[in-house]
């Protein structure tokens, strides 16, 4: 049975199965050249999976309804797209490199970007705390994870005007995968493994592979346009 995600509006807790991309949970970083230092990742989110669809229409709720509040009387849609890099939900398919392309694993999926100043909980499957050795293990880009995070809103012109930005609350472990490469590893944290193979070592389960993710446009009502 799929993960079914899901919104409350009594807490405004969002509740979705992502997938970790550019994880650094464990140590704060900033996104951006002297931005604010923060535990951070993205959540990925496919347009086609039942998964990645009801993680998505969770995310739409929450921004429905705190536009609703915060904003009463806005059309919802076109007041979210206007909003544009300052609301939550982005479009996989527009996160290009350089040279135009989609970002390896962006595509066909939309994502939030989640992050907290303080650090965050981790959780197993069963709900259990982790301790941190535990969670470098499970929280891995490219593994799945159950994010709780809830929306905020900013409306001062000196902090950039309207927006609604994500904090995220909790991780809950949910499953291994592929794990993406990259993210900005440090020369340090490679291990001295000497020169000699282990033949023996267990090689035959390993995370299964990703497969590519196609394009897909949305027609449910519950989509936002973001």
């Known amino acids: 049975m799929a993960y079914e995600s899901s919104f409350d509006p009594k807490t405004g807790r969002i509740k979705a199965l992502v997938r970790l991309s550019y994880c650094k949970v464990f140590e ?9 230092l923060k535990y951070r990742t993205n959540g990925l989110m496919s ?33 979210v ?10 479009d996989g398919d527009e ?10 694993h962006y595509e066909g999926v939309k994502y939030v970007r989640l ?7 981790f959780k197993s499957r069963k709900g259990e705390d ?28 000196a902090k950039g005007g309207n927006g609604i930005f994500s904090t995220l609350d909790a991780l809950q472990f949910y499953k291994r995968d592929e ?12 291990e001295d493994l000497g020169d000699d193979e282990d033949e023996g070592d267990d090689l035959d389960e390993k995370p299964k592979k990703s497969g ?7 027609e449910d009502d519950d989509d936002l346009g973001v």
């Open 28 to 36: 704060k970083s900033a996104a951006v050249e002297g931005g604010k």
């Open 47 to 79: 347009k086609k999976t039942p998964e990645g669809v009801s993680a998505i229409k969770a995310v739409n709720a929450g921004i429905r309804h705190i536009v609703e509040k915060d904003w009463p009387g806005k059309d919802v849609p076109k007041f």
């Open 81 to 90: 797209k206007a909003l544009g890099d300052r609301s939550p939900l982005y």
């Open 95 to 104: 996160y290009t490199d350089d040279d135009g392309e989609v970002r390896e």
């Open 115 to 121: 992050g907290n100043d303080k650090k965050i909980k």
């Open 130 to 157: 982790l301790d941190i050795d535990e969670a470098r293990e499970l929280f891995v880009s490219g593994y799945w994870a159950v994010a709780y995070f809830h929306l905020y809103t900013v409306k001062d012109k």
């Open 179 to 190: 794990e993406f490469s990259g993210g900005g590893i440090d020369d340090d944290e490679i």
């Open 212 to 218: 590519g993710n196609k394009k897909a446009s949305s």
